[in-house]
Structure formats: C-alpha cells, structure tokens
C-alpha cells in the first residue's frame, strides 16, 4: 500500500493525495486499507501539530483532506471502521454556541487516533446522556466560552452522574473561561487548558504510548 | 471631597502614565465592561443588548456603585456592533434567545468564495452594505444613528468622574473575512486560494487605512482599541500568520500611531510565539491587553520595557472565586508587572461575575 498516500496526508498535499486514491481505488484496494493509510497520515498531522510543526490551519486542512479522501471511497468516517485507541465523545454545553475550540479537540483527537463523536454546540444534557449510552465512550468533554454556562456544565455532570454512567467514564473539560477551579465546581476529572492536554489525558487513561 | 471633573482628570492622568511607562500614583483599574454592569444593576439583559444609549446608563450606574475604578474600556454595550466586526449574524437575548441570556456570535460560513469575485470587482463598500443588510440582516440604519450619539455616551460617562478608555475601535480585515467565512472556511481559503484571498485584503485593507485615519482625526481619539483575536498565532502556522495576520495588523498599527494615538492591542488566545514581532513598535505607544491566555508573565519578559501591559483577571476567578482569591491575585499582578500596567480583567468582566470580587479587584489597586 502506498506511502506515497500517507506521506500525501501528512504534508497536505491535496492535489496528490486525490491522486493516489483515485489510482488505488481503480487498483481494486480495499477502502478500508486506503482508510487506514489516511489515519497514518493523520497520526504525523497530529504529531507535527503537537511539535508545533503545525498548527489550527493545518488541523483544519488536514480534516478537509481527509473528507474528501474518504467521500472518494464512499467511506463514512463517523462510522469509524479504522481502529481507534478509544472513544471520545464532545460538545458544547448547552446555553453556549461557540465551536472553534470544540473543533480544535475534535480534530486533534481524530489525528490522534481516537474515534471521535462530535455533538455540536448547545448540547442539552439529555443529548450528552443519550451519546454516553449509545457510544459507551471512555472520555467526554464538554466545552464553554461563557462563564455563565458553568452551571450548565455542573447540571450535566451531576445528571450524567445521577444516570449512573459516570463509573469507568472520564470527564474533561475546557475553554476560553476554564481553569482548575471551574473543573472543581463542575465535579469534572480534569481541566485542559490546550487540546493536546485532552490527548495526553486520553491516551495516559487508555494506556497508550 | 473631589468633584467628578477632578477625579476624571486625576484618573486620565494615571492611564496616561501608566501606558508612558511611567509611575502613576495608584495602578489604573480599566475593565471591559459590559454584561456584568446589566446583572449588577438588574437591568433587563434584552434590553441592555440592544440600546447602545440604555446600556450607557446603566454602565455608569454600576461604575457608581463599585466606586473608585478608574473607567472602562467603551462606553457602552458591543454586541449591536459585532455584526460589523465579524461579518457573522448574532443572537440576541429577547430575540433568538431567553431574555436574560447573554449575547452570542452564530458563525456560519455566510460569507461565500464567489463573494471573493464580487469584492474584486464591486468594491468592498457596494458589498459589505449589501452583505450587512441582506445577508446577515442588520439594521444597519439604526445602529448608524445610535452611534451618532456616542459623544453624548462619552460626556455621560465622563461626567460621573470616569474615563472612557477607548471610544474608538477599529475593525480589522482579517476578522472581517475570518468571521464571514467562518474560521474553518478562511482557514481552507488560504491554503487553497490564498492568492486570491490576499488580493480581496489588500482591497478592503485600502479602505480600512483610510477610515481609520478619518476616525481618529474626526474623533480627536487618544487610544485606539483594535482586537485581532482571530489572528492569534496559535492559529496559524509562521508563514501563513506572516502574510494573512502580521502584515496587515502592522498596516493598520502604524497609521494608528502615524495619527498621533494610542493602539490597546486586545489579544485573546495564545500570541506567545509572536510577541517580538511587538517590539517593532515605539516605546510607551502601546497597550499589550491580555485575555490571560497569553501568560502575562511571559508578555512582560518580552515587552514590559516596550510597551504597557493591561489585564488579567482571570473570568472564573471573578465568577467562582472568593474576593480574599481576587485580592491576593491582583495585588501579586500589581507588585509583579510594575509601572506600566493597567489593571483589568482577562477580556470581558464576566455577565456572572460576584460584585464582591469586582470590588476586590478594585480594592487591590488602591491598597
């Protein structure tokens, strides 16, 4: 299987990287071994990112790229064939409509390999209890730019709690307001002031190297 | 007792000082305010969002109230006037949200690649009424005319002893296009059509260089409050940052400073790695305002001699934490970041924030 594709993923290479799909896929390769390649490239992305090689435009790129490989092949990535380390599940909490950072976390945890299950913003509580059930994630995170969603962030913890989903779950939060405090308030896990903080927290839990 | 005429100019003094990098009697304390002043008085945030001239009130209300703080950065309430900043709808409360909920950004990718076409080939000002208006739909006529009243804001403020910092803001270019065509979108367009991308900059840019220096001049505006949050290094790769970001916040800067004014840069999010690219700037000409993200220590390593510093009281500090906690952190920021500094909290005083700790904040300065 090519390292050329690879390679192309990584350096963001569009015009390539189409390329080389379009050739593999009249080749007869299966999609998800074109699919796991592409998630190779997108490991170096995040490792370039987490170097600070790379930075938001390039996670943005990559994700990009990465969509219009995977409609090439009519491959769905949400389905997430391709092995993960695990499964994160993210949000916005609700009363709050920002999603640059909650974008941030979602495009750098895909580029580290974990299958990620993106809620949007204005998430209500019953949306975050229904993903937990139906995903069985091993770590959420819940996302704010307003402090006044704070409670917001406490009620659904404490429901989430309440709906006895929190053993063997680990909850992360963050944004612009966020600090150690807030997580305390709250009754998060842990607080993470970058999106890579959220990959190293994962990938610690999860045993990953 | 002094009257307000001479606590305004006692207070005007100190800001001045302070942003020459000088040794004012007591450390100015500027926050953003805006939100917070509606809850502090129970004012009706629906309202409050929506009348530049009912916010002022209640703004110098709430400045009464907390006392010896030195002013505030506007003289009334933004959100009427994101839309123009941003190019990107908002939700209202009283309109698209609950009535007491604060005002938020909706960023949606409005703002279309062909528009690249049209602003090339009408002009940015055919575009931005038409997109203002039709796409976004801004009562354009109504925020003009309140804002014909912003003298009237100023003297309001300015009668109760307390100094409107910076009366003047400038939208930049960046923020215009990033915020039109959503942060994802911008960010795609440089990779894949960036020389068209900067083509429709240097096109708006053009404008933007001219308006400023009509504003300033018409204004006779000290301190000029330009926000590049968007641009934020952490954002952008060296090279990319350079041509879309620098270039063009550097533009705008020195026609600021060619006018005779003071720029308060109001940094949000992480500018640690391009804080050198600052020293460019002339000595005790600037204000580094910083939301915290940027660590201010690390802001006062590199341009503590270069420039004043204004901020950062952290948001959920004010909004969770106990005034012995603002204390302790304001006084240690005052000791720590010496003469030319400012005191203030890290972007906005939040909507939430516990009057108590706003009055500690305040307390700090003047111990």
């Known amino acids: 299987m090519s390292q050329t594709l690879i390679n192309a993923m990584a350096d963001l290479d569009e015009s390539v990287l189409v390329a080389e799909v379009n050739a593999l896929k009249s080749q007869g390769a299966p999609a998800l071994e074109i699919i796991q390649k592409l998630q190779e490239g997108m490991n170096i992305v995040g490792k370039r990112y987490e170097e600070k090689e790379y930075y938001l435009s390039e996670l943005i790129m990559s994700a990009e790229i990465f969509k219009e490989a995977a409609a090439l092949i009519g491959g769905d990535l949400a389905a997430g064939d391709a092995p993960s380390h695990g499964t994160f599940v993210m949000g916005t909490i609700y009363g709050d409509i920002h999603d640059i950072g909650k974008n941030i976390v979602t495009t750098v945890m895909s580029c580290n390999g974990f299958r990620v299950i993106d809620l949007g913003v204005d998430v209500s509580t019953a949306a975050y209890i229904e993903a937990i059930r139906e995903h069985k994630p091993q770590v959420v995170g819940i996302s704010c730019l307003l402090t006044t969603a704070f409670d917001g962030m406490k009620e659904c913890i404490s429901s989430i709690e309440a709906a006895g989903l929190r053993d063997g779950l680990k909850i992360l939060i963050g944004g612009g307001p966020c600090d150690q405090t807030t997580a305390d308030y709250v009754g998060a896990d842990a607080y993470c002031k970058t999106a890579q903080d959220s990959v190293e927290y994962s990938k610690k839990l999860m045993g990953v190297k | ?367």
């Open chain 2, 1 to 367: 007792m002094k009257t307000n005429a001479e606590l305004l100019n006692e207070r005007r003094e100190r800001i001045r000082k302070a942003v020459a990098l000088e040794k004012p009697d007591k450390t100015p304390v500027v926050p953003l305010m805006d939100a917070f002043c509606a809850k502090h008085m129970g004012a009706p945030m629906a309202k409050f969002a929506t009348s530049l001239t009912y916010s002022n009130e209640v703004m110098v209300e709430s400045m009464k109230e907390l006392g010896d703080l030195d002013g505030s950065d506007s003289a009334f309430v933004a959100a009427p006037l994101f839309p123009l900043g941003f190019m990107t709808r908002i939700k209202m409360p009283g309109k698209e949200l609950p009535d007491d909920m604060l005002w938020q950004l909706d960023e949606k990718e409005v703002m279309t690649r062909d528009d690249y076409d049209t602003i090339l080939s009408k002009g940015w000002p055919a575009f931005e009424d038409d997109y203002l208006r039709n796409r976004i739909g801004v009562p354009l006529d109504d925020v003009l005319a309140e804002l014909a009243n912003i003298p009237q804001m100023v003297k309001k403020m300015e009668d109760a002893g307390y100094v409107v910092y910076s009366p003047l803001v400038i939208n930049l270019v960046t923020e215009k296009i990033s915020g039109g065509r959503s942060m994802p979108g911008f960010m795609k367009d440089l990779y894949q059509c960036p020389d068209k991308v900067e083509a429709v900059i240097d096109v708006i840019q053009e404008g933007t260089l001219n308006e400023l220096r009509q504003a300033i001049r018409a204004t006779k505006s000290e301190y000029v409050f330009i926000s590049p949050a968007r641009g934020a290094s952490e954002f952008f790769r060296p090279k990319l940052w350079e041509r879309f970001v620098w270039k063009y916040l550097k533009q705008v800067a020195d026609a600021i400073l060619e006018e005779g004014a003071v720029i308060n840069f109001h940094i949000d999010s992480n500018w640690e790695r391009d804080l050198e690219y600052f020293k460019s700037f002339p000595k005790g000409k600037c204000v580094f305002e910083t939301d915290g993200v940027t660590d201010i220590y690390k802001i006062k390593e590199a341009l503590g001699d270069r420039m004043c510093i204004k901020g950062d009281v952290p948001a959920a500090m004010l909004a969770l934490g106990t005034p012995d906690q603002v204390y302790n952190y304001c006084t240690k920021l005052i000791r720590d970041m010496g003469p030319g500094f400012i005191l203030s909290s890290g972007c906005a005083l939040p909507a939430n924030a516990k009057v108590e700790n706003v009055k500690a904040m305040i307390a700090a300065a003047r111990s």
